[in-house]
């Protein structure tokens, strides 16, 4: 079940590089928080206009200030992150010795893998998982790490396992 799960992952993984969403998702974040960065960097009296006594611009505009050099540091991440990140060009993971048992092609390709639990975000599998680089070819293998409580069982409330 862990090695399904596994294999799973890094085929979404593959297909996220491929298409280029990884690039484009980490661009878009890069723009969204430069903008907003630079908004409230530079213009902090357009949110502070008009607001009552409480949130005077004498106090907000500083702090909206400060919010605004930390979106724009946000935002110089993200574009670290796309320039340093894969390219769609790129195939995943590092090269693997040996042919395909499918294909008979050397176009083996291993990297390492985890898979979340989307409500809390605890780690249910995690290894190694080789696929074949080869167009139409469905070879995959997942070696698990068998020190996860998620490898082969489920974890319950609070992260213990089920069982």
């Given at each position: 079940m862990d090695e399904e799960l596994l294999i799973q992952e890094a085929l979404r993984q593959r297909r996220r590089q491929r298409t280029g969403m990884s690039l484009a998702g980490a661009l878009a974040l890069a723009v969204f928080f430069a903008a907003v960065g630079f908004l409230l960097a530079a213009h902090p009296g357009a949110i502070t206009i008009g607001l009552p006594y409480p949130f005077s611009p004498d106090f907000l505009g500083p702090v909206l200030t400060a919010f605004g050099v930390i979106a724009l540091l946000i935002a110089a991440s993200f574009v670290v992150t796309a320039v340093s990140g894969p390219r769609p060009r790129d195939p995943w993971g590092e090269p693997a010795p040996g042919d395909c048992p499918?294909?008979?092609?050397?176009?083996?390709?291993?990297?390492?893998v985890t898979v979340w639990e989307a409500s809390t975000l605890l780690a249910v599998a995690s290894g190694t998982v080789t696929l074949c680089g080869t167009p139409g070819c469905p070879h995959a293998t997942a070696g698990p790490d068998r020190g996860l409580a998620g490898a082969g069982s489920s974890p319950g409330p609070l992260g213990r396992a089920a069982g």
């Open positions: 499918a294909c008979g092609q050397p176009a083996l390709r291993s990297g390492e």
